[in-house]
């Protein structure tokens, strides 16, 4: 009986040393590049990352139009729901001079108004973009002389749906959604905004129209305000309550709470110091 060979073990994990580690050094370096996708994550929110400064000659510092996209965590249909809002807080010199106007009873000191967008949402395998496709639309407004009066009208009001044709096209990357493409489509005519987003500063937006199934020349939009359209991506946790500060002054702060993206059973309470009203959270220094 001839003797083992002593070196056939360590020629045999060579080869497999050097099988395995391509494919697995291929998988690391492929995670680190990864583009992260709508649907990967567990509560992924798009939130508009330069929210609009409103005219100071009329409005108080900390008013603000905000724009954060949520999306349904326990359903399969792929909900989701666009939030604009606007917290408006009225410049004390110009309530005086329209109170002298128009008189105490209509003006108030601080408005909220806000539009909610619901539909659905595509994301597809290997691609960078994902689609949302908004069926029905909900306005709402309300005013008040205290934020807390205010917040409690936003909470009772009943708004009414209407029904629309909208989409909207998202470009995600690690860390900024960038929206490239949005659709409108009414009875009678249909019209497409393209954006080119690019890091430098030459951005442009180019409008399509057509008119009855009949297709329109594009037309520039020199004067569109790009920096509404990137989004930062945020990240909620199943056992967090998230929320986001739309507005604050020295002795208030008010934050939002999307429903969808906090619609969980396991999600705590409001944090200490902090007092729920609707969709909102107030917070008032004593």
């Keep these: 009986m001839s003797p083992k060979a002593q070196g056939r073990p360590y020629f045999y994990w060579l080869i497999c040393i050097l099988i395995f580690f391509p494919i697995l050094g291929c998988s690391v370096l492929k995670s680190f590049g990864k583009t992260r996708t709508f649907d990967e994550e567990f509560?992924?929110?798009?939130?508009?990352?330069?929210?609009?400064?409103?005219?100071?000659?009329?409005?108080?510092?900390?008013?603000?139009?905000?724009?954060?996209?949520?999306?349904?965590?326990?359903?399969?249909?792929k909900f989701i729901t666009k939030?604009?809002?606007?917290?408006?807080?009225?410049?004390?010199?110009?309530?005086?001079?329209?109170?002298?106007?128009?008189?105490?009873?209509?003006?108030?000191?601080?408005k909220l108004s806000w539009r909610k967008k619901s539909g659905q949402y595509s994301n597809a395998k290997e691609s960078k973009n994902f689609k949302t496709t908004y069926k029905s639309v909900e306005l709402g407004e309300v005013s008040a002389n205290s934020i807390e009066e205010l917040l409690q009208k936003a909470a009772a009001f009943k708004p009414v749906p209407s029904?629309?044709?909208?989409?909207?096209?998202?470009?995600?990357?690690?860390?900024?959604?960038?929206?490239?493409?949005?659709?409108?489509?009414?009875?009678f005519s249909s019209y497409i905004w393209q954006h080119d987003l690019g890091e430098t500063d030459k951005e442009s937006s180019t409008l399509f129209q057509s008119l009855l199934q009949t297709n329109?020349?594009?037309?520039?939009?020199?004067?569109?305000?790009?920096?509404?359209?990137?989004?930062?991506?945020?990240?909620?946790?199943?056992?967090?309550?998230?929320?986001?500060?739309?507005?604050?002054?020295?002795?208030?702060?008010?934050?939002?709470?999307?429903?969808?993206?906090?619609?969980?059973?396991?999600?705590?309470?409001?944090?200490?110091?902090?007092?729920r009203i609707g969709n909102f959270l107030l917070k008032e220094e004593k």
């Design 83 to 110: 939030w604009e809002l606007s917290f408006l807080a009225f410049d004390k010199e110009f309530l005086t001079s329209a109170k002298e106007k128009f008189g105490n009873d209509s003006v108030f000191t601080y």
């Design 43 to 77: 509560g992924l929110i798009l939130y508009n990352k330069s929210p609009k400064k409103l005219n100071p000659r009329f409005f108080s510092e900390g008013s603000n139009h905000h724009v954060l996209i949520e999306r349904e965590l326990l359903e399969k249909e």
């Design 216 to 275: 329109g020349s594009p037309k520039q939009s020199p004067n569109y305000e790009y920096s509404q359209n990137r989004f930062e991506i945020l990240s909620s946790e199943p056992n967090k309550l998230f929320y986001k500060q739309i507005y604050s002054d020295s002795k208030t702060s008010v934050f939002f709470v999307p429903p969808l993206a906090n619609a969980l059973s396991v999600k705590p309470g409001e944090p200490v110091g902090l007092r």
């Design 163 to 187: 029904k629309i044709q909208e989409t909207e096209t998202f470009r995600m990357s690690s860390d900024v959604a960038l929206l490239v493409e949005e659709q409108i489509k009414t009875e």
